[in-house]
């Protein structure tokens, strides 16, 4: 693949774009139906970057398999300290951490991606088996961190980057200073009696009314158009999130184009789930695998609709292991967005408490 430079003020470099090349009439004829590109998400994310005040490199990490990470480094100067690896959750990208990002690089490192499947990322075919699909998605990270030189990291995973981080440091504890779970997906198992299920947000029942066992997403795709008023009608909430950058509908187009590519993440995730809220190899089963050494921090929402009783639990399940769950008021599952400043300043925290 080649390679582009570009500059703003000397602060980041941009490489090319992973356009996906449209094969046969359908394929060929859905664009058109559906207002979406890799080259929109390309721009629209450039929007977000522009934000950034850090100097960032911008670029894709080809792995062995030919397969290519998007990934965004801020501050890479600072090498003194251990480095901070942040996973994006279901449906997200690197452009979601904007309120983040210049905070958590201030004194290190930082390191974003997006997850394999999604995003700017290659999209290939998954495993259909929720085992697979999970091994791939965690191959892909340690195959990326090998391909970035990185010896350790301090590893922070948000709702289903939460997931992966966590059996990512069952499979490669030596390499993890300190996980950090974010209101993390698929940790409990799914209760039997149905009231102790906490009801999910309106935005996911009414997904789950309109697709039944289709992908979690195939509605923006499927709705063609009005794909992008879709998102702003469903999600009203990112745009309030982010009022203090963007006064426009920046960070609903970033989802919407994130989302209506081909669905391959969507896909594996569909596998690893029971239902939206639930995994089928929930991760409450194996966090005792975890090297008892690896310190945890799980931070909640305390308005979300995840179990935060999970933190707890996995307390009993790490009885001589560092394990804190914390809370933030006022935020619900996009902690990082909902009470930026807060989440910032604990995540930092953290972080000092390594090096």
Request: with cysteine.
């Amino acid at each position: 693949m080649g390679w582009l430079s570009s500059t703003r003020q000397g602060l980041f470099t941009m490489a090319d774009d992973l356009e996906q090349q449209p094969q046969g009439w359908l394929s060929s004829w859905l664009p058109a139906w559906r207002p979406t590109s890799m080259s929109q998400l390309k721009n629209v994310e450039a929007r977000i970057l522009q934000c950034l005040q850090n100097k960032f490199l911008a670029r894709y990490v080809s792995l062995p398999n030919q397969n290519k990470i998007w990934t965004v480094t801020v501050s890479p100067e600072l090498k003194d300290r251990t480095p901070l690896v942040m996973v994006h959750g279901f449906g997200g990208g690197v452009g979601l951490w904007i309120l983040n990002m210049d905070s958590l690089s201030a004194r290190r490192t930082l390191h974003t991606f997006d997850l394999l499947g999604f995003g700017r990322s290659s999209r290939p075919t998954f495993p259909r088996d929720p085992e697979g699909a999970e091994d791939e998605f965690v191959t892909s990270i340690e195959t990326w961190r090998e391909t970035m030189e990185i010896p350790n990291m301090i590893l922070l995973g948000h709702s289903l980057g939460g997931f992966l981080a966590t059996s990512y440091s069952i499979k490669y504890p030596e390499r993890v200073k300190h996980l950090i779970l974010v209101d993390p997906w698929g940790f409990p198992l799914r209760p039997t009696d149905p009231s102790e299920i906490r009801a999910p947000p309106t935005w996911i029942k009414a997904v789950a009314s309109v697709l039944g066992r289709s992908n979690p997403l195939a509605v923006l795709r499927v709705a063609g158009p009005w794909g992008p008023g879709l998102v702003q009608r469903f999600r009203p909430d990112f745009k309030r999130k982010f009022a203090d950058f963007f006064e426009d509908d920046t960070i609903s187009e970033y989802i919407y184009h994130c989302n209506a590519q081909n669905p391959s993440g969507e896909t594996a995730f569909k596998a690893m789930m029971e239902s939206f809220g639930w995994a089928r190899r929930p991760m409450l089963e194996r966090i005792h695998l975890i090297r008892k050494d690896v310190p945890i921090t799980m931070i909640y929402g305390a308005n979300t609709w995840i179990d935060t009783s999970t933190g707890k639990k996995v307390k009993m399940q790490r009885p001589d292991s560092y394990v804190r769950d914390m809370e933030i008021e006022g935020a619900s599952h996009h902690v990082y967005a909902d009470q930026p400043h807060i989440f910032n300043a604990m995540v930092e925290e953290i972080c000092d408490s390594v090096d």
